[in-house]
């Protein structure tokens, strides 16, 4: 949930330095701007006219910087800013003699305040769980992050060779490609599915390419640009049956104008390289939390507690696509476009052909369908508007990928038995209401239910 990545220092003690520099440096940085402005205007009508332009200023320049650095994250620019700001405001309003003493002063109450908070905190609230240290913390950030299907439709070429050669040389690879479901939202890396086939045939390299808010032009892609370097044993494609076939031709930061070009005879890429386009709104919900509270989550309760906040607000505000390039129809009124999904689904299958790789299409049952099934109350994440279409749109992508020929696996019958054994909330991550994602122990039924039909298709050392 924290983690962005390998950290930008060696230690925890840099880490945590460079944090807490990240406050005080640009505040001192304020302080010396108006200690300047004071000396060069010694009249208090000047000092009070610069006075909103210099507190105000750092504030909007940060906010015009955000767009054009894709590479920080909007919370480190902003609070900059406001770092800056701060530092201007206690240098202009405060005699000069004082500026320093009181400066002191106050960041020795925030310092007390803290410390208090943090005793109350640790007595009054649980854990925030498992958080990797202050070294852990990455301050510049992949710009493929701020968009996750990105990252594995225009990954580097050394990402590519690096997460396809990892560990023992020689190992067989299987790729899965799919979509948060895949990428394991609600649980951490360790309870993902795919970890738990990495455990289970330790021999065999298991691949994760899940990412949130991917569709099915996100999985050909993903297989174009993998298959090669990757040469795997298996490629298997995780179709959700909740919205796979309402994110289609869905719209990204990385190719504002949706991925798939229509020449006729064939889907072609529309954006060979990656096309950035990420305004103001988009960095709001897609960036990493400030780096301060990532350096101090594994040491500090409140940092922890802040942060968990802050990521859930933006994971929400993900959902909502809020600041997200939009999609040709609002997710409400979509219908499901089954003649571009059974082209997509014929692509994927002659791409895995073209690269002789065998595939394995497996198709996931939407939530909410299961539940009418079983007449449970649908709480969220209703696509299909009824138990008939809902059922009617799980058979025909079964369908579609049959027809094409491909080798389709359908997880129907498999979650539902797992919904009645476990429940939904023990079966399900319980991150928002109907959460369709899979807690720790769906994983782990995930994956006794997926090793056999893995070894029966010749995954196996």
């Given at each position: ?129 498992s958080v990797p240290p202050p070294r852990s913390a990455r301050l510049v950030v992949p710009v493929t992050n701020r968009d996750p299907p990105c990252n594995v439709i225009f990954p580097t070429d050394d990402e590519v060779r690096h997460r396809s050669t990892s560990g023992a040389p020689g190992r067989p690879t299987v790729l899965h490609i799919g979509d948060s479901l895949v990428a394991g939202i609600g649980v951490s890396a360790s ?8 455990a289970a045939q330790p021999e065999v390299r298991h691949l994760n390419l899940g990412s949130v808010g991917a569709g099915p032009d996100v999985y050909l892609l993903a297989l174009s640009r993998w298959l090669p370097a990757a040469r795997p044993r298996l490629a298997v494609v995780y179709v959700f049956a909740g919205n796979d076939l309402f994110d289609l031709n869905a719209r990204y930061l990385c190719c504002p104008q949706g991925l ?202």
């Amino acid at each position: 949930m924290f983690s962005t990545g390998d950290g930008t220092f060696s230690s925890d003690l840099a880490a945590i330095a460079f944090a807490l520099a990240l406050l005080l440096l640009p505040a001192v940085l304020g302080l010396l701007i108006a200690a300047a402005l004071r000396s060069l205007f010694p009249s208090r009508r000047a000092q009070l006219l610069w006075a909103a332009p210099l507190v105000l200023g750092p504030v909007a320049l940060s906010l015009v910087a955000i767009p054009r650095i894709n590479a920080l994250s909007f919370w480190d620019v902003l609070l900059a800013g406001l770092c800056v700001a701060a530092g201007a405001a206690l240098g202009m309003f405060q005699p000069a003699e004082r500026v320093v003493s009181r400066g002191l002063r106050a960041g020795a109450r925030v310092l007390v305040g803290l410390l208090i908070a943090e005793g109350i905190v640790r007595v009054a609230l649980p854990s925030t769980g498992s958080v990797p240290p202050p070294r852990s913390a990455r301050l510049v950030v992949p710009v493929t992050n701020r968009d996750p299907p990105c990252n594995v439709i225009f990954p580097t070429d050394d990402e590519v060779r690096h997460r396809s050669t990892s560990g023992a040389p020689g190992r067989p690879t299987v790729l899965h490609i799919g979509d948060s479901l895949v990428a394991g939202i609600g649980v951490s890396a360790s309870e993902n599915f795919v970890s738990d086939l990495n455990a289970a045939q330790p021999e065999v390299r298991h691949l994760n390419l899940g990412s949130v808010g991917a569709g099915p032009d996100v999985y050909l892609l993903a297989l174009s640009r993998w298959l090669p370097a990757a040469r795997p044993r298996l490629a298997v494609v995780y179709v959700f049956a909740g919205n796979d076939l309402f994110d289609l031709n869905a719209r990204y930061l990385c190719c504002p104008q949706g991925l798939l070009r229509d020449e006729g005879s064939r889907l072609a890429p529309r954006c060979p390289t990656a096309r950035w386009n990420i305004p103001l709104a988009a960095h709001l919900a897609s960036s990493p939390g400030p780096f301060v509270l990532r350096a101090l989550a594994g040491i500090s309760r409140v940092s922890g507690h802040l942060l968990t906040f802050v990521t859930r607000v933006q994971q929400d505000l993900f959902r909502r696509g809020f600041g997200m390039v939009p999609s040709p129809n609002d997710p409400a009124s979509q219908r499901p476009r089954w003649g571009l999904f059974s082209r997509t689904i014929r692509a994927i299958g002659a791409t895995a052909a073209e690269h002789r790789t065998p595939l394995l299409v497996v198709v996931l049952p939407s939530r909410t369908t299961l539940e009418r099934t079983l007449g449970l109350p649908a709480v969220a994440n209703d696509y299909w508007g009824d138990r008939a279409r809902g059922e009617a749109g799980h058979q025909q992508i079964v369908a579609t990928a049959r027809e094409a020929g491909l080798d389709v696996l359908d997880a129907w019958g498999f979650v539902r038995e797992a919904m009645v054994r476990d429940g939904a909330d023990g079966l399900f991550a319980r991150e928002y209401p109907g959460d369709v994602h899979f807690s720790p122990l769906g994983h782990r039924r995930l994956t006794d239910w997926l090793l056999p039909a893995l070894r029966a298709r010749g995954v196996t050392p």
